[in-house]
């Protein structure tokens, strides 16, 4: 799975190993070639923040170095725009970023070198065993933002917003907690929108057409919405709160 905030559109990377015999969420891992101090960084800094599903997400917050208020999660961070953005206005929160694409990783990490950011971790392959991994009620906010949509649809199967997933997501928020869906695509948005307000887990927070057409609070924008904006392109910005269990 990966965000399109990356300007990565007509890079030469192949897809993972496996992809289509998993039917995984992305497509492409690499596009231009990284910089030497880029790859530096993926041999010293990254082995620091990456998550191992396997073994260190039994207690989330125990990922950080100081005590955090809240833990967020987003999956596919693109360029990083929003999650350092984030990170930088929430320094008390941990997020948990999830991004295949080298060329995103790249500038995340670049990003996190250059300002000393802490409270950040990093998982550079597909979200699903990240999500599967963690505990329950142990997010206070998951993002997905511009995910690829999969148009043809004989591809929907591979879009990340399901039935399946939502129940995981219920699974892992804190009841309050909130899931933020971001696109551009008015039949991804619709698609997601149908599948959320027939979960008996999440309720939509929106009241009027305004509600959906305005960033979430906070938002720092992204490229790639600055790009969708351009091209005509109307986002579409929801918000859906974890109801208790019943």
């Known amino acids: 799975m990966t965000n399109r905030n990356q300007d990565d559109p007509a890079g030469d990377g192949a897809p993972e190993a496996g992809v289509a015999a998993r039917g995984a969420f992305f497509g492409r891992r690499k596009g231009k070639k990284l910089r030497a101090g880029q790859a530096s960084l993926f041999e010293t800094l990254l082995p620091r923040l990456r998550v191992d599903p396997a073994r260190d997400l039994a207690r989330p917050a125990a990922l950080f170095p100081r005590e955090v208020s809240e833990i967020w999660l987003e999956i596919g961070f693109g360029g990083g725009e929003h999650l350092l953005a984030r990170a930088r206005a929430n320094p008390s929160v941990g997020i948990i970023g999830c991004e295949p694409f080298v060329n995103g990783m790249a500038k995340m990490l670049a990003a996190i070198d250059a300002e000393g950011l802490d409270n950040v971790r990093l998982y ?13 009620a142990s997010l206070d906010r ?21 039935d399946a997933m939502l ?79 019943r």
């Open 124 to 136: 550079d392959a597909d979200a699903t065993a990240v999500v599967e991994a963690l505990p329950e």
């Open 142 to 162: 998951i993002y997905l933002l511009y995910p690829d949509p999969w148009p043809k649809r004989r591809h929907n199967k591979r879009r990340f917003v399901s």
């Open 167 to 245: 129940a995981r997501f219920a699974r892992i928020l804190r009841p309050g907690g909130t899931f933020c869906f971001a696109s551009d695509i008015d039949h991804y948005v619709g698609w997601t929108l149908a599948r959320v307000l027939r979960s008996p887990d999440f309720s939509w927070t929106a009241r009027r057409p305004d509600d959906w057409r305005k960033p979430f609070p906070g938002w720092p924008g992204t490229r790639y919405e600055a790009k969708a904006v351009r091209e005509g392109r109307t986002p579409s910005y929801l918000e859906f709160r974890r109801e208790a269990s």
